[in-house]
């Protein structure tokens, strides 16, 4: 079902709106209460998407979209044409079997394109030295696709490099494990101890691209 899903989307016209080849992949890290997921859906009511997909396993964004644990309820939201908002929820805690829908709720995403994907918690389904073909591919070629992401997780050190290394923004809020901090320390290129400095709900970014740093 997985790629024949995948297919019938392909099949469509290729994406137009957001392709002007300006990616905007965001890594939001942040320890459990520091504010990250607030900052993330303040982006969404702000952007006001007309296709929103969200990797949804810890059942954090039902107020901004619509619960599914069906895949076939994605290929549809995303065939339709029409505004789409869904929040994918797997039903499961299988460690491989979540890898698995993962890497499926990816490739129908990057085969629709035009969609603001957010992936919650990508310690849960990637690692330093693994992720899905179809996320990769999210990362390195998402803006060729019309996508804009937004991927977080609270243990930076744990998650997929390469995801790090394609965001054209990285921000940072509190860490509670000092090989995180060394992580963002490292992305950012900031002192470790700016890192370590931050408490309650601040937070430092970069903006990868032009190098520009802001705090809050």
């Not at 006001?48 to 997909?53: C, D, G, T």
């Not at 505004?83 to 629709?112: H, I, N, S, W």
Request: proline share 5%; net charge positive.
């Amino acid at each position: 079902m997985r790629i024949r899903a995948s297919l019938e989307i392909e099949r469509q016209k290729p994406p137009t709106a957001g392709c002007d080849n300006q990616a905007h992949i965001e890594a939001v890290m942040g320890a459990s209460g520091s504010g990250k997921s607030h900052y993330v859906k303040s982006q969404v009511k702000r952007l006001k998407p007309k296709r929103l997909v969200i990797w949804d396993a810890r059942e954090e964004y039902g107020e901004l979209a619509t619960p599914t644990s069906r895949l076939a309820d994605v290929l549809a939201g995303l065939r339709s044409g029409k505004r789409v908002k869904l929040a994918y929820r797997p039903k499961t805690m299988d460690e491989k079997a979540l890898k698995e829908k993962f890497a499926a709720l990816c490739q129908l995403v990057f085969a629709a394109g035009d969609v603001l994907f957010i992936a919650e918690e990508l310690s849960d389904v990637t690692s330093p030295s693994h992720a899905p073909g179809a996320w990769r591919q999210i990362s390195t070629q998402g803006r060729h696709r019309g996508l804009m992401v937004y991927g977080t997780s609270q243990r930076p050190a744990s998650i997929d490099k390469h995801f790090l290394g394609n965001a054209t923004h990285v921000r940072t809020h509190r860490l509670n494990y000092q090989p995180d901090r060394i992580n963002l320390a490292q992305f950012l290129d900031l002192p470790l101890a700016d890192i370590t400095a931050l408490t309650g709900y601040s937070w430092i970014a970069r903006d990868m691209r032009e190098g520009v740093i802001t705090k809050g």
